[in-house]
């Protein structure tokens, strides 16, 4: 079996962030980049090859698109619960535009179902870390945000996903502003391990 740099996937792994629209320029990521993250995301491990992932890139005048979709799709069914809040729709409306690129996350659900569903939006999760690890090797930012629209019901036929998948939500991709390196923090590992034997 082939092998590879330890060290380097090492780094690459423990140097992944998500870095926020905030942080990012006006200068466009390259689309090689973007075809790269998703040609990555295509490898994920994936139980009985279903291969649930399914993306929309938005880009460009795409995004204007997004953004006005989701923020009168929003507007429309928190007007009806009664929970409409005109700062959450102006974010959803302007948020989009910061990014060079937003990946729209779908898993689609085997026809047969055969899989519990768990296994299906795990095989898509590990499709998002490759793109994430993919975009931190180009040193590329990106960050995967679930809130807005992404639990609609109304908001999956723009995605192009049916009643039985899911929208797991959206990778907002971009360049980073120069100097800017979040450093990361977790608990030891031995916190979280039982070894048996």
Not at 82 to 97: C, M, Q, S, V
């Amino acid at each position: 079996m082939t092998k590879f740099d330890t060290q380097s996937v090492n780094d690459l792994i423990r140097n992944r962030r998500s870095i926020y629209p905030a942080q990012y320029t006006d200068e466009p990521v390259d689309d090689a980049i973007i075809k790269e993250m998703l040609e990555n995301a295509n490898w994920a491990p994936t139980h009985k090859l279903t291969e649930p992932w399914r993306f929309v890139v938005f880009k460009g005048e795409g995004l204007q698109k997004l953004a006005t979709f989701q923020a009168e799709l929003y507007e429309r069914v928190s007007m009806a619960r009664g929970t409409f809040n005109e700062t959450t729709r102006e974010k959803l409306a302007t948020k989009p535009l910061l990014a060079s690129h937003i990946i729209a996350i779908g898993m689609s659900r085997d026809a047969k179902e055969v899989l519990p569903l768990e296994e299906e939006i795990s095989a898509v999760a590990m499709a998002v870390q490759n793109m994430y690890l993919t975009a931190t090797a180009h040193g590329i930012g990106c960050y995967w945000g679930s809130g807005g629209i992404t639990y609609y019901e109304e908001a999956k036929a723009f995605f192009g996903l049916e009643a039985k998948d899911r929208l797991l939500g959206f990778l907002y991709v971009g360049t980073v502003k120069e100097g800017f390196a979040p450093q990361g923090r977790r608990n030891p590992i031995e916190d979280k391990v039982s070894w048996v034997g």
